[in-house]
């Protein structure tokens, strides 16, 4: 059984242009969660999904800032116009129904120049 | 507001137990304690988890005292592998826990 996989792992842009991070969970997940890792920092909640559906975004900044897990592919997180201070490793984790434990991937780290 | 509290840092020898604290005077009745690493680079991992007893695992111990202001992960041969920061997390029983709130964890160096 194949954990979270999560691509790209590195992913570089400049500032104003999209981000765009997939996150597929483990085989028969369909909660998805979504964190965020500044630098020096703890892991902090941005989002929680499951399929179709956003059941808790109050971690993600309001603006530029989006995610979805559609009923078929990968769950994405969407960072429109990025800016330095979005540079950061962001991580996905999964968990099946019924259960809130949750298994993560190995992030991707997003560079913004 | 920090839920717990741990060491920055810490090191220990290869092979000898690895003890570390975690302090959570505040903790409510209904909130456990959870223990998670991250080794450098991946993605944080389970370790152990419980409420009031004692509870092991094939990574680990967890002792949560009587009063459950404070508990102590286990790691009973630390290996060099076993460099990671720990994470000591409250995780309550109701509706919203599936958010993990993460602190700055303890870094714990195990040394050849």
């Known amino acids: 059984n194949a954990g979270v996989m999560q691509n790209p792992r590195h992913l570089v842009r400049r500032r104003g242009q999209e981000a765009r991070l997939r996150c597929s969970p483990m085989?028969?997940?369909?909660?998805v969660y979504w964190y965020r890792q500044l630098p020096e920092e703890g892991l902090k909640f941005m989002v929680y999904?499951?399929?179709?559906?956003?059941?808790?975004e109050s971690g993600m900044p309001k603006e530029r800032f989006s995610a979805e897990f559609p009923k078929e592919g990968p769950s994405i997180l969407r960072i429109q116009q990025v800016v330095r201070g979005d540079s950061a490793a962001y991580f996905c984790?999964?968990?099946?129904?019924?259960?809130?434990?949750?298994?993560f991937g190995p992030g991707t780290r997003l560079t913004v120049t | 507001d920090a839920k717990t509290t741990q060491p920055t840092s810490m090191d220990c020898a290869e092979g000898r137990a690895a003890n570390l604290p975690c302090n959570h005077s505040?903790?409510?009745?209904?909130?456990?304690v959870y223990w998670y690493r991250q080794i450098h680079s991946q993605g944080p991992q389970y370790i152990i988890h419980?409420?009031?007893n004692n509870e092991t695992n094939e990574m680990a111990s967890l002792i949560i005292t009587e009063d459950r202001k404070s508990s102590t992960l286990i790691l009973p041969h630390a290996t060099l592998r076993d460099t990671a920061v720990y994470y000591c997390?409250?995780?309550?029983?109701?509706?919203?826990?599936?958010?993990?709130?993460f602190g700055k964890g303890t870094l714990l160096t195990v040394n050849p």
């Open positions: 984790a999964s968990s099946p129904v019924g259960s809130n434990e949750q298994y």
């Open positions: 997390i409250l995780r309550d029983s109701g509706g919203s826990n599936y958010k993990l709130t």
């Open positions: 999904l499951q399929k179709e559906n956003i059941i808790d």
């Open positions: 419980g409420l009031k």
């Open positions: 505040t903790i409510s009745g209904n909130e456990y």
């Open positions: 085989k028969g997940h369909s909660h």
